[in-house]
């Protein structure tokens, strides 16, 4: 076989007296001889010198955390108590919060403060933050001696379900999105479920769009659960041990949804166009790079983009009669459910077409559009077969506003 993931019945369920019920899943990625554990559960970041400890081993001496000011503020103190307990010698440095802040400027200044601290190969680069901080702090970690351990410390839902996972770090340049970047698995990945607590409403909007993409994808009863838990967000119940361990258990479903697809696929082959291959991630994404693009990246938070993108793509799916409209409704049902959304409707469809046609992940200048056949199945198309009245169409029905 070729890639090897833990399933259900290897993921172990602890108990802690600090923590609740934490979760751990494994990952193994055979083909690179990795091998690496997400923990998950409530109050996690007071334990994290202990586990970074446990995956760094006994060598590590220094340990560098990255994050921004916004992050560090509410969980920084918390996370270098725990390194400095752990018998780590810990430095931190701030990037600035932001998209436009994932950059080589950024990375240039992240390095410089490995540099200083004289990090040593045995080290570890620890990233606090959302998925930019991940992405970043990351990618410095890939580069810094040609590669040492780093472990993500994810604080948004959208970084603890996709971008902590997986190992693409990077940043973007003035020419687009992560056009820079490595495969750079981290050593561990630890998610506090508790740093959701602090989280603007709009961000976990964002991660839940991304949330249902992984369901609609690849896994109809994660689809399921994660609109469950969205309906009962919604109506306020989402309050109290049982909620807290039913979050973190939805979180650890998706990261070893996630895993399994990166596990088969790690580097996203150009040769894969199967319904496991890890374009299928790229659900939503054709459109909403275009709707960021056109918007000047001002509009839309990442995954609010990507929950219009879906929308786009099953529209196409139905025009395609490869999809029906009963699981159209559905997917606009649990999209809606996410949270509300910044009007789309507004925006020129020609526009959109044009920033299209520029997407960076096309392959001899076509792009791989990801369609759905069911709910938690994906067909990866090529967009010759999608004409440009279909795509103009969809585009109109896609973007219209949720009620
Ligand atoms: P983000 O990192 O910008 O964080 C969103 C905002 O929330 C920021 O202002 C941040 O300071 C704040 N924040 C973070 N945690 C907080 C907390 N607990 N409480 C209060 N505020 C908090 O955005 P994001 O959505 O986490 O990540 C988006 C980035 O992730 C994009 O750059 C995208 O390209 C990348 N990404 C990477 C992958 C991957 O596989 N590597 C996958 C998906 C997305
Ligand atoms: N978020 C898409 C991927 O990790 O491949």
Redesign the pocket.
């Known amino acids: 076989m070729f890639y090897c993931f833990h399933q259900e019945l290897d993921c172990v369920t602890e108990k802690r007296d600090t923590l609740t019920s934490m979760q751990t899943v494994r990952v193994h990625l055979p083909a690179r001889q990795t091998r690496y554990e997400i923990k998950i559960g409530s109050g996690l970041i007071g334990a994290a010198g202990e586990y970074i400890r446990a995956s760094s081993g006994n060598g590590a001496r220094r340990a560098a955390l990255i994050s921004n000011q916004t992050v560090f503020d509410l969980y920084g103190n918390a996370t270098v108590r725990s390194l400095r307990a752990a018998k780590f010698d810990v430095a931190h440095w701030s990037m600035k919060d932001g998209e436009p802040h994932k950059s080589l400027r950024s990375l240039e200044q992240a390095l410089a403060f490995l540099i200083d601290f004289r990090l040593e190969r045995n080290d570890v680069v620890v990233a606090l933050g959302g998925g930019v901080v991940g992405d970043l702090a990351g990618f410095a970690a890939a580069t810094y001696l040609r590669g040492i351990a780093f472990v993500q410390v994810p604080t948004t839902l959208l970084a603890q379900i996709?971008?902590s996972v997986?190992g693409?770090v990077g940043v973007n340049t003035s020419a687009g999105k992560n056009l820079v970047g490595a495969f750079h698995q981290p050593r561990s990945v630890l998610i506090d479920t508790d740093t959701l607590r602090t989280l603007p409403r709009r961000e976990l909007t964002a991660g839940w769009c991304e949330a249902v993409k992984h369901g609609a994808v690849g896994d109809r009863k994660l689809f399921d659960r994660t609109v469950k838990l969205l309906g009962t967000h919604a109506s306020g119940e989402l309050c109290g041990e049982e909620m807290r361990d039913e979050l973190a258990s939805v979180i650890a479903a998706h990261c070893r949804f996630?895993a399994s697809i990166?596990a088969g696929d790690e580097r996203?082959s150009t040769a894969r166009a199967d319904a496991r291959s890890?374009k299928i991630?790229?659900f939503g994404h054709t459109t909403a790079h275009a709707l960021e693009a056109v918007t000047g990246y001002e509009r839309f938070r990442h995954g609010e983009a990507v929950g219009y993108g879906m929308l786009v793509a099953g529209e196409i799916s139905d025009s395609l009669g490869m999809f029906n409209a009963d699981a159209l409704e559905l997917l606009r049902q649990a999209v809606r459910a996410c949270g509300e959304l910044p009007r789309a409707d507004d925006i020129s469809v020609h526009d959109l077409m044009t920033a299209m046609k520029a997407d960076k992940k096309s392959i001899n200048g076509n792009i791989k559009w990801v369609l759905l056949e069911a709910i938690g199945k994906a067909r990866v198309v090529d967009g010759r077969e999608i004409s440009n009245p279909v795509l103009r169409n969809a585009l109109r029905a896609g973007l219209q506003r949720l009620e």
């Open positions: 996709d971008a997986g693409k996630k990166v996203e890890r991630l790229n």
